[in-house]
């Protein structure tokens, strides 16, 4: 109805969200618009200034305000070790960890195939121009954090272990062959704390594979 376009405009917005449907877009809605209508202009105020300046890394791909974003710019992170993951998402999961001290490369994807999603359309190459990138200085100053300045020598590949996760490890490992840097991939497990009987039976075989 006409009196209602407005509220079907947001619904529609709203379902643009990943996991939202139709009912959840208008209970969201119907929230906003009697009980947090302050709310609801902060929330539109914030998504119009983040599309206007957030931006993609030069170096990295993960979002960021400026040209750079502070990870690639901090000085004390390993820049001989870089971090291949799917998302920021994923990024900031690794950051919460406190065992990283590298660098990241984001995707912003997984390939997958069946959906059209190739190469050119994750960044690849921009990925293995990183990689091949000769530094302005290969000394390392103490003064500037680990290895500054220095070619990257490992390359962790952190996508996730889904069927299209495995797949973007398996190309990018295939693609970085013969370029004198290390390839390792993320080790998958028994979850810490957890009971073998309770753990699936995938979940036990690959930890067995890469038992250490």
Same mark, same amino acid.
């Given at each position: 109805?006409?009196?209602?376009?407005?509220? =079907?405009? /947001?619904?529609?917005?709203?379902?643009?969200?990943?996991?939202?449907?139709?009912?959840?877009?208008?209970?969201?809605?119907?929230?906003?618009?009697?009980?947090?209508?302050?709310?609801?202009?902060?929330?539109?105020?914030?998504?119009?200034?983040?599309?206007?300046?957030?931006?993609?890394?030069?170096?990295?791909?993960?979002?960021?305000?400026?040209?750079?974003?502070?990870?690639?710019?901090?000085?004390?992170?390993?820049?001989?070790?870089?971090?291949?993951?799917?998302?920021?998402?994923?990024?900031?999961?690794? =950051?919460?960890?406190?065992?990283?001290?590298?660098?990241?490369?984001?995707?912003?994807?997984?390939?997958?195939?069946?959906?059209?999603?190739?190469?050119?359309?994750?960044? /690849?190459?921009? /990925?293995?121009?990183?990689?091949? @990138?000769?530094?302005?200085?290969?000394?390392?100053?103490?003064?500037?954090?680990?290895?500054?300045? @220095?070619?990257?020598?490992?390359?962790?590949?952190?996508?996730?272990?889904?069927? =299209?996760? =495995?797949?973007?490890?398996?190309?990018?490992?295939?693609?970085?062959?013969?370029?004198?840097?290390?390839?390792?991939? /993320? @080790?998958?497990?028994?979850?810490?704390?957890?009971?073998?009987?309770?753990?699936?039976?995938?979940?036990?075989?690959?930890?067995?594979?890469?038992?250490?």
């Amino acid at each position: 109805m006409a009196d209602n376009h407005s509220l =079907e405009l /947001l619904v529609q917005a709203l379902r643009r969200l990943p996991g939202v449907g139709v009912k959840s877009a208008q209970r969201m809605a119907f929230h906003l618009l009697q009980h947090d209508r302050q709310g609801a202009v902060q929330l539109a105020q914030a998504l119009q200034h983040a599309t206007e300046h957030v931006q993609h890394c030069a170096l990295c791909h993960t979002f960021t305000e400026d040209e750079v974003c502070p990870t690639c710019l901090d000085p004390r992170r390993d820049r001989t070790q870089l971090c291949v993951v799917e998302n920021p998402a994923d990024q900031a999961a690794m =950051e919460r960890t406190g065992a990283y001290k590298g660098l990241y490369f984001v995707l912003m994807g997984k390939l997958s195939p069946l959906d059209g999603v190739g190469p050119r359309d994750i960044g /690849l190459q921009k /990925l293995f121009d990183r990689v091949d @990138a000769v530094p302005a200085t290969e000394v390392s100053d103490p003064e500037q954090g680990s290895g500054a300045g @220095a070619p990257v020598r490992e390359v962790i590949l952190a996508t996730n272990f889904t069927a =299209e996760g =495995e797949t973007t490890a398996h190309v990018i490992a295939q693609a970085l062959k013969g370029r004198g840097v290390q390839v390792t991939r /993320l @080790a998958r497990g028994v979850p810490v704390g957890s009971e073998l009987e309770y753990v699936d039976l995938g979940t036990i075989a690959h930890a067995l594979v890469d038992r250490r």
